[in-house]
């Protein structure tokens, strides 16, 4: 009866559901992204007054982590030397809960790499509103150990869904244990070894790049993977990721 | 699939609404297109084609079968009695149902003994009795309600009189159980009348029984042109409130869902038929009995499938419902509604500002359909909706059915509560009928024409898609401003047509010629029309008797979209020339009105001007000598001098150049005028001569004809009229002069339509 009745199930919790009867689904302008609007709702967008570098929300955060138009983290990056105006910006999609928190340690940890559909069309919105459209793709890459135990790359994959060309230049170093293991202090206490290496015969002079990755957290990663961009001549580096942790 | 099923009812209704515009084949492609460039499946898109292509052919065979198979020449009939008797005034009519074929029955009926009697007529009677069949009248003028089509859209293609019929003439047959529950229906239409106090009855018989004819015709009018009718008709709302009440009381009964459910399945089609089965009743049951189905059934739904599903069978059973304005209106608003719920729902929170928005949607959605067969709009139409739908459906819907219950058990106590309602009502309907009296808020547009109403429709769908989104200040405003754009050009539209036009309306036995000059630059009606009415006893009366100021004149101006008349010329006193200029004072503005210069004497020609006078339209009496020009045309007043002692002769006649032609436009000027007007002005030689007194001999003299030697008459005048007119020596005068002749009893509404210096003459009949 599922003909019938234009029942879908849920990519994410498996429930059934109905696309929204709309007027753009009946002009064909709905983009069936595969999710219940139950869970479509338990995400939540980043919206708002945001941190102009990182992207993070300053409505909830305390006076004492936002000063001006930045919050505290990014502060204290802009004062570090060697890493002031590394990162010119990052934007996220989704405030980073216990919800996507879930749903992207699926994709990542049981390889349900398919789950990723439903960010397509908010990433795609979000690369095309907030970056030039000349940049550079860059995926953050993993390890080569890393991906032999998931394999694929779940930044790659993400990247992949914005439909313009990648450039994996970069190579990871792979005696750095797992950034989802670490706290702060320990992802911190590593900033100034590099974690990245560029691939050598690229030519990045005067172009801008932007990397993807699934989430931003404590900005290391990518500030790491921007700097050795940069040090490679790349002109400036943004960042575009899922969530904001 | 359910889109498929959703995108077939879409595509179902373009194949059958193909074969009246081409415009409809044109969306099918655009769709295809559009299809084609989303990269949808091939096989796809050819299903949809081939549900066109199905519905496009299945309309197509039935059209072909649709076609009479009773000999014009039959004299005895037998059959049935298929909806309920109606009579209004000293008219009977039904459908009439023999072994063949349906017929329109019409009887005057001659005594108000026999129409007493014949009050007892019930549906699925079986008459037997001796009759003529005519044919409906073929439409004759452009724009305005097409009889003959209407008829033939129900199978209908003669129109039964019977020579004699009385009660006599029917006897009971073994009632069908159809016959018995509109029998039922008759039966309750006539309790009304005596649950409901006078005031309420109208509204009650309409509200609970979808019976519209006890309602006074001011007050329907009044609903009608402030956007309310549809309150009137039964629908979704009330279908909504009596399933669940009847489901409520089975479950306090105890009987178990599934069963409530079952039973609820059989008594909705007999409630269709109890409340008159119009389009809108059938699309609210047939959505109400798919949607307990899947719940008896325990399937889900998409609100969508419903809506589809009830389409499509409502097209496979009888196509010509796509071209009833009842059925279109109620599948466009309500799956507009349904479509919009989810936008509204999410972006709104206030249940005032969701009703405001829902009432919005559905304003837009019918407006172009309203426009099109209505050809005005009423400003006051959103807020009055507001107001009222929310006091019927909530207040005086549930009210009058728990009346209309109670009164079963005591009439008393019935009537007590009804009165509850009488104030508030009445206080309704007589705001309704002040504020239609003095047309507030009426926008007149004209008749949309189909690209316009796709692109009222295309900027409709283009301002809800923007809707749905993110909604930013620019975004929307471009999009309103775009939906704007398209009214607005409709409503300028004689401002921007470069034609000019010369129409002589088919307005009977009488006269009314509009004269629309190009880019609107002036627009004059000659006469109106008039019906002669008799002062008929009580019995006899029509509801709404037919006027033709009233029913031709007035709407065939608002359908083309006339604001404003700057010239009313009224050439004399004569009722089949002025008497619809009542109905036109009342709805039309005019900034100029003529009239012949001499004495006035008739009752008709003084109340005109005492009512112009208090609408405070200036009058100008004209006489020879008067005239003015526009760039590219000019207008001559060649008579009345001022001291003719006839009426006929105390006609305004003007003259005219306009469109590359010379016209003599006469009233009912008659031989002692014609002369006069040929000593005068010896020299005028016209191209058009709309003849004097609708053809009759007393006018058009051979010495007239020779002098001013026209290349074509006009000749306005009544089918079957009981002078005689035309006059068959006119006729042979002005074949002597190689005049073509053009007559409205044969040709419906003659029209000249003209760009700068050239133009054709056209005729709708023929």
């Given at each position: 009866m599922?003909?019938?009745?234009?029942?879908?199930?849920?990519?994410?919790?498996?429930?059934?559901?109905?696309?929204?009867?709309?007027?753009?689904?009946?002009?064909?302008?709905?983009?069936?992204?595969?999710?219940?609007?139950?869970?479509?709702?338990?995400?939540?967008?980043?919206?708002?007054?945001?941190?102009?570098?990182?992207?993070?929300?300053?409505?909830?955060?305390?006076?004492?982590?936002?000063?001006?138009?930045?919050?505290?983290?990014?502060?204290?990056?802009?004062?570090?030397?060697?890493?002031?105006?590394?990162?010119?910006?990052?934007r996220s999609v989704y405030q980073y809960n216990d919800f996507l928190k879930g749903i992207l340690s699926r994709i990542k940890f049981r390889g349900d790499a398919v789950m990723v559909s439903p960010f397509m069309s908010p990433l795609k919105t979000l690369f095309k509103l907030e970056f030039p459209n000349d940049v550079i793709v860059v995926p953050i890459p993993l390890s080569s150990e890393r991906l032999y135990e998931r394999g694929f790359n779940q930044a790659k994959v993400l990247a992949e869904l914005l439909d313009v060309q990648l450039k994996e230049i970069l190579i990871r170093d792979s005696h750095e244990g797992k950034q989802s293991k670490k706290n702060r202090r320990e992802r911190l206490a590593v900033i100034n070894q590099s974690l990245f290496k560029c691939i050598d015969n690229v030519d990045l002079e005067e172009k801008n790049v932007l990397l993807v990755d699934d989430i931003y957290t404590t900005g290391v990663t990518i500030r790491n993977a921007a700097k050795e961009l940069l040090n490679k001549g790349a002109n400036k580096a943004y960042s575009l990721t899922v969530a904001r942790g | 699939m359910t889109d498929a099923l959703n995108r077939s009812a879409v595509l179902a209704v373009l194949g059958i609404a193909a074969h009246?515009?081409?415009?409809?084949?044109?969306?099918?492609?655009?769709?295809?297109?559009?299809?084609?460039?989303?990269?949808?499946k091939f096989s796809r898109v050819a299903c949809l084609v081939l549900v066109y292509l199905f519905f496009y052919t299945y309309f197509a065979l039935i059209d072909q079968a649709n076609h009479s198979i009773v000999l014009s020449g039959e004299k005895a009939f037998s059959g049935k009695i298929r909806t309920i008797p109606e009579i209004d005034g000293d008219r009977l009519s039904f459908v009439f149902q023999t072994s063949k074929e349906k017929m329109a029955f019409s009887y005057r009926i001659p005594d108000i003994i026999s129409k007493e009697q014949l009050e007892d007529l019930k549906p699925g009677m079986v008459c037997r009795f001796q009759g003529t069949l005519q044919t409906p009248s073929e439409k004759s003028v452009p724009n305005l309600f097409d009889y003959r089509e209407y008829l033939r859209d129900r199978k209908i293609h003669w129109i039964l009189t019977p020579d004699s019929f009385s009660f006599r003439s029917c006897k009971n047959s073994s009632y069908t159980l159809v016959?018995?529950?509109?029998?039922?229906?008759?039966?309750?239409?006539?309790?009304?009348?005596?649950?409901?106090?006078?005031?309420?009855?109208?509204?009650a018989a309409a509200l609970l029984l979808g019976e519209r004819q006890q309602i006074g015709q001011r007050i329907l009018n009044a609903y009608q042109s402030l956007g309310l009718t549809h309150l009137l008709a039964v629908s979704g709302l009330h279908v909504g409130i009596i399933v669940a009440l009847i489901f409520y009381l089975f479950i306090r009964a105890g009987l178990t869902r599934e069963r409530s459910y079952e039973v609820l399945l059989f008594m909705l089609p007999v409630y269709a038929i109890l409340t008159g089965a119009a389009p809108s009743v059938i699309r609210a049951v047939c959505m109400a009995m798919i949607v307990i189905g899947t719940l008896r059934f325990k399937l889900r739904l998409q609100p969508g499938t419903a809506i589809s599903a009830a389409l499509l069978g409502m097209i496979v059973y009888n196509p010509y419902f796509v071209f009833q304005p009842g059925f279109q209106l109620s599948y466009i608003v309500s799956f507009g509604l349904v479509l919009s719920a989810p936008a509204v729902m999410n972006k709104l929170n206030h249940p005032l500002f969701r009703l405001l928005a829902m009432s919005t949607v559905a304003q837009l959605l019918s407006l172009p359909v309203v426009l099109f067969h209505f050809y005005e709009l009423s400003l006051l139409s959103l807020p009055l909706n507001l107001l009222f739908v929310p006091f019927i459906s909530v207040v005086v819907l549930p009210l009058f059915l728990l009346v209309f219950v109670l009164s079963f058990l005591s009439v008393d106590v019935s009537m007590l509560l009804a009165r509850l309602a009488t104030p508030p009502v009445s206080l309704a309907h007589q705001l309704f009928e002040i504020l239609d009296q003095h047309n507030a808020g009426q926008i007149v547009f004209g008749r949309p024409g189909m690209l316009m109403i796709l692109l009222m429709y295309a900027a409709t769908l283009f301002l809800f898609i923007r809707l749905e989104g993110i909604v930013t200040k620019r975004k929307i405003s471009l999009a309103v401003g775009i939906l704007l754009f398209v009214y607005i050009i409709q409503w300028c539209l004689p401002y921007l047509n470069p034609l000019g036009k010369v129409t002589f309306l088919d307005v009977g036995q009488g006269d009314s010629t509009l004269i629309e000059l190009p880019f609107n630059?002036?627009?004059?009606?000659?006469?109106?029309?008039?019906?002669?009415?008799?002062?008929?006893?009580?019995?006899?009366?029509?509801k709404d008797p037919f006027e033709v100021g009233k029913d031709i004149t007035v709407p065939f101006l608002k359908s083309k979209g006339i604001k404003k008349l700057d010239y009313l010329i009224l050439t004399h006193g004569d009722l089949d020339h002025i008497g619809g200029a009542d109905a036109v004072l009342s709805e039309m503005k005019i900034k100029h009105l003529l009239y012949g210069k001499g004495p006035l004497e008739g009752e008709l020609e003084k109340s005109l001007l005492k009512k112009a006078a208090k609408k405070d339209v200036p009058v100008s009496f004209v006489q020879a000598g008067n005239g003015w020009k526009t760039q590219g045309e000019s207008f001559a007043v060649l008579s009345p001098i001022g001291n003719e002692q006839e009426k006929n002769n105390r006609s305004i006649v003007l003259l005219a150049e306009m469109g590359g032609l010379s016209w003599l436009f006469t009233g009912d000027l008659e031989l002692a005028g014609?002369?006069?007007?040929?000593?005068?002005?010896p020299n005028i030689k016209i191209n058009v001569l709309k003849a004097g007194h609708h053809g009759s001999n007393s006018s058009t003299s051979p010495l007239f004809v020779k002098s001013l030697a026209p290349d074509i008459a006009v000749i306005s005048v009544g089918a079957k009229n009981r002078f005689g007119h035309?006059?068959?020596?006119?006729?042979?005068?002005?074949?002597?002069n190689r005049v073509t002749v053009f007559r409205t009893d044969k040709d419906g509404t003659i029209q000249y339509r003209f760009f700068r210096e050239h133009g054709q003459f056209s005729n709708i009949k023929r």
């Open positions: 599922d003909i019938l009745t234009g029942d879908h199930y849920c990519l994410w919790c498996e429930g059934r559901y109905f696309n929204d009867f709309n007027w753009r689904y009946l002009l064909g302008m709905s983009t069936n992204d595969g999710i219940c609007s139950e869970c479509r709702e338990s995400l939540l967008s980043i919206s708002g007054e945001i941190c102009r570098i990182c992207g993070r929300m300053l409505n909830n955060l305390s006076k004492e982590f936002r000063k001006g138009e930045l919050c505290l983290d990014c502060i204290r990056w802009e004062d570090e030397p060697g890493w002031a105006g590394v990162l010119v910006k990052n | 009246k515009s081409v415009i409809f084949t044109f969306i099918l492609m655009v769709i295809v297109l559009y299809l084609v460039l989303k990269k949808v016959d018995r529950i509109q029998q039922y229906r008759q039966m309750l239409i006539q309790k009304t009348s005596q649950v409901f106090p006078a005031e309420l009855n109208g509204l630059r002036g627009t004059y009606l000659i006469d109106t029309g008039g019906t002669l009415t008799f002062n008929k006893e009580p019995w006899k009366r029509k014609e002369i006069s007007l040929l000593e005068r002005f035309p006059n068959p020596q006119v006729l042979d005068t002005l074949k002597k």
